[in-house]
């Protein structure tokens, strides 16, 4: 079967570094998204790996490893308003997303 | 309208009604897809489409209907409600082609009683 891991929730402080993990296994792989979801309102776009390695967006990083089936978002200098949930998302081999239940994370000052 | 747009923000339904979500795009995407989001499960796709005119069924499309007669609207029919169709459903749309990131609509927040 296809499944995607990551933990439930976590909690970090406000200015502080906080590493979301996530491991899959999939049929197939065509990339890995994260999404960033506030509460009641709908996922928006994070990042996009293909290959392995880390790609840098400003206070986000988004990691790959094909090889682990794992990946890590990276978040720095975190800010009340990162107060979110966090959907990782393999795109499997007939190109459809196949979703973790998404990580909530709390900031506290 | 800017993005994607879907109607009823929220409906309370009675089991066995006959329901159409409404979802519309303007950003001329190929691709459009609907997810049912339920506490404590990931996103789960009920019907897709991958061009106007062709639909393919999800994870999860028992109990739903799609059709695509053009480019930006992307109905989700429930023929006979029951109260495991419960959930919050979101629309969303894509450039064709595998890897590219999915827009998605406000949601839908539906319950069946």
């Known amino acids: 079967g296809q499944n995607i891991d990551q933990p439930t929730e976590m909690t970090a402080t406000e200015g502080a570094i906080v590493q979301i993990n996530c491991t899959y296994q999939?049929?197939?792989?065509?990339?890995l998204f994260w999404y960033q979801q506030h509460a009641g309102e709908a996922p928006t776009f994070l990042s996009y790996?293909?290959l392995d390695g880390l790609e840098e967006k400003g206070r986000f990083s988004s990691f790959l490893s094909r090889s682990k089936g794992y990946s890590y978002l990276l978040l720095k200098e975190l800010q009340m308003k990162d107060s979110a949930s966090y959907l990782c998302?393999?795109?499997?081999?007939?190109?459809?997303?196949?979703w973790g239940a998404g990580t909530k994370l709390i900031i506290k000052p | 309208i800017a993005g994607i747009t879907q109607a009823p923000t929220s409906q309370i339904l009675a089991a066995g009604r006959r329901m159409t979500l409404r979802c519309t795009q303007d950003?001329?995407?190929?691709?459009m897809y609907w997810y049912r989001q339920d506490l404590g499960l990931g996103l789960r796709l009920i019907h897709y489409?991958?061009?106007?005119?062709?639909?393919g069924k999800g994870e999860v499309p028992d109990g739903y209907s799609v059709s695509r007669a053009n480019t930006d609207d992307f109905p989700l029919t429930l023929a006979s409600a029951v109260p495991s169709q419960t959930s919050v459903y979101f629309c969303?749309?894509?450039?064709?082609?595998?890897?590219?990131?999915?827009?998605f609509g406000p949601g839908t927040r539906l319950t069946v009683l």
């Open positions: 969303a749309s894509s450039e064709a082609g595998g890897n590219n990131e999915q827009f």
């Open positions: 950003m001329r995407h190929n691709a």
């Open positions: 489409s991958n061009t106007a005119g062709t639909t």
């Open positions: 999939t049929s197939g792989f065509n990339g």
């Open positions: 790996n293909v």
């Open positions: 998302a393999v795109m499997d081999s007939n190109y459809q997303l196949i």
